[in-house]
């Protein structure tokens, strides 16, 4: 039986642009995850690791007129949002690059021997290896970003972990040509081409976090199909680490004196990040709770006003566009939902932007309008119109766990009289990052950037953007009594590599 | 019906002591997770946390001979020992104070907004916060210090998290004196009793990992039993993190060198570690790969005189004890094992101890010889004889994950000339702690040390002994654009509480 062939399709017309691959086999798999394995040995050097990083960001900065042009076509996405993602997925590379140079995250801890512990410490040094071979599973809506050169992978390489990545089916083609620019980077530093892998299928994707030699894997995605990915680790004979970012609802709260202070700003700033990238990212706020009453109500008309002038888009592909319409046609006739502005199917490939409101107690229990608290993927939003504090607290005390969550405060409330503190309390529990005054959209690569959250946002504590992402694909090894000759150099006490670490207890920096 | 008695059995005798207490229903394990939750609050305060971390080590001395006595009647395991445990467990208690007044588990990252970063960089600062009630499941063989009050239990109180505990069947009335004297100092603090929660019985363990309100588990026991509680946890609607140590066979390695070196030495080492606690230490050398020929044999001659010189012991409950004698039987009558000590049953209710022989070959390859490959908990070991190095990495190469792996070198190689550092390379991808001319028995506390490894030694790649065990009760937050006034006091600018942190990209301490 031949392989499924896997065709590069413009989700502007539906039209199938070109073959790019088959679907990987079984046998495939292995291959991939062998050869990923036998690269393991030239990531062992820091210093090689790095260089590869470096090189790979010029690499596709260089390629970025012909990649951006790729992306256009498999994603729609548009050349100014690609240019600004392959800018950012090259600063990741950069900057993961400084992380491995820097060497904190190997986190040195050495102890010497102390006899009168209970129970005595013998010479004691610990330091974090890499995992193993990663397994990445790219995005659909960040065809650079979160794909075969975005932050799992940068990561990954940066602990030392080669990579076999699941092509995303939206962007075959963009997908193959990045991984040949990453091969390329690494044969300039002698890398082996297998420290970056890459299969299409969706058998294929199952197969590798099955894979005995996989050692951990990073997901964006949907719930279902992270769900699913996380249960086979789970179930392996050695279940591995899954580190998934499957949805995430992202409320935000609008106090009534922010309303009625900035109500159009509020508005307009709501109408631009909930249709930013037509609606297609993670972080976009997919439920506002605005107070009832005028100032929620010039807020809302505000928010139509800017959500109907939205000019119709191009979702990433025919099975979201599908996904979209159903899931907003099975909200808007729930009872007491209004639209406003009716998202749902624009022209023939395209969806429109909208948003629905709802009267917030219709959340405060259980009950169909449950629905309204899972994520639609699209440029819809879910407006609940709350009449006190109490009823807001009673919703945001229900929500599953999200990626983000932001306030709208007044001037006074920002200032640190009023609500605010009670807001960020009823918040931080339920998201990795906490608003004020801002939009969810936009996640900032920095050391203090945190994007993941409790489940389903992430299915474990750790992140995926910013450089604790690194943490993920590393393990900690204890070394007893090992003669200075044996040590590895990050553990002698005379700290050749000048590693930042914890010496006899104290902090080293 | 009537809730099960639970019953502490004096494992001297097989008999019946007392009647501590009645399994926990499901109505009981719900609110004992309920009374954690509602301790979260007063755990919020970093003072308090650490005030009563050193209280509760304070009166579990003052109550220490009393307890030891209970100890040692559920136990067996004797005063000498059991005083030296619960100091270690004091000193446990009051390290992780130490760590929460340090705050450097906090992870406070602060960036301060950049405009000119791709995408632009807002206010982020990011720290780590507790995930909320967590579950703690007792080890049999560490009725202090992997139990009540044991390393679970303070790392997470060291984090902020409530705990409920299941204790173990083997020592439920230590349990409950033990989760008394943790509320006393509980109340001293203000801190309400239900901090420290306490269920007995199976099916309670069950309910718990399954609770929606546990947020983490901890658990110290068998493959089988934490294997069946991670996969609870990780079939949960809302998935939790579970760290368990399952398993370890804690291999050795003596080179030929070694051996011709320090024979007596070598021989003399092993029989006080696997013997030590009647062989009931989950880092207990389970499989020496010892060199044939002369050397190798007098290392295997002092084996067995020091070990058939051994004592009969009293395992921890006659269950345990059944589990011994068989998992001997099973092994010895496997082609080519000979027992020149034979283990097994001593007398009515203790067993000897021994170790078996192998051919390295028999472990080469798949077959009925990889049970010696599985941990036989008890005085066993199992000596492995190889002809070259060849055939010792190839055994080392299908071993499953452990928690030690140990080298015996001689002088030379100690410093650096012959296989040393190539045997460890072997070693370190097999285990969490990797010993050179030691024993991996005494599990040190101490900041460096690591206590895990990879599956079936643990189930994620934390530790449950050391200060960085903190690290599985937390997750990070980040918060953006956050006014001063609103920002929790560890991620302002001023750093009133005076914690390391990264700055701006820098690291101070």
Redesign the interface.
Known sequence: MAAAPVWSVDPRTGKQREQVAAEATAQEVDEAVRAARAARPALADRTVRAAFLRTAADLLADAGEHLVEVADAESALGPVRLK?EL??TC?QLRAFAGIVDEG?FL?V???HP?AG??????D???HK?P?GVVAVYSASNFPFAFSVAGGDTASALAAGCPVVVKAHPDHPALSERVASVLRAAAARHDVPAGVVGLVHGFEAGVELVRHPLVAAAGFTGSVRGGRAL??AA??RP??I?FHGELGSLNPVVVTEAAAVERAEEIGAGLAGSMTLGVGQFCVKPGLVLVPAGAAGDRLVKTLADAVGGTDAGVLLDHRMRDGFVAGVAERAQLPDVASPVTPGAGGEHTVSAGFLTVPAGRLTGPGPHDLLLEECFGPLTVVARYTDAAEAHAVLSRL??NLTATVQLSARE???EGR??EI?ADL?PI????????WPT?????????H?G???AT???S?SV?G?AIERW??????????E??LPPELRDDNPLGL?R?YE?R???
Chains 1, 2 share one sequence.
């Open positions: 600004g800018a950012r600063h904190a986190d801890v050495i102890d102390d512990a209970t129970p005595p410490v013998p004691l040094r610990r290896i995992l996380f249960d789970a179930r050695v279940p680490p599953p766990g920002a200032a640190g605010g503190a960020l931080t998201a990795g990052r906490v608003l004020v005054n801002g936009g996640v900032a690569v920095a050391p203090a950037q945190h993941g409790p489940y389903p299915t474990s504590t992140t910013g604790t590393l393990r900690p090894v204890a070394y007893q009594g090992v003669p000759p044996l930042p914890r207890g902090l080293e920096r």
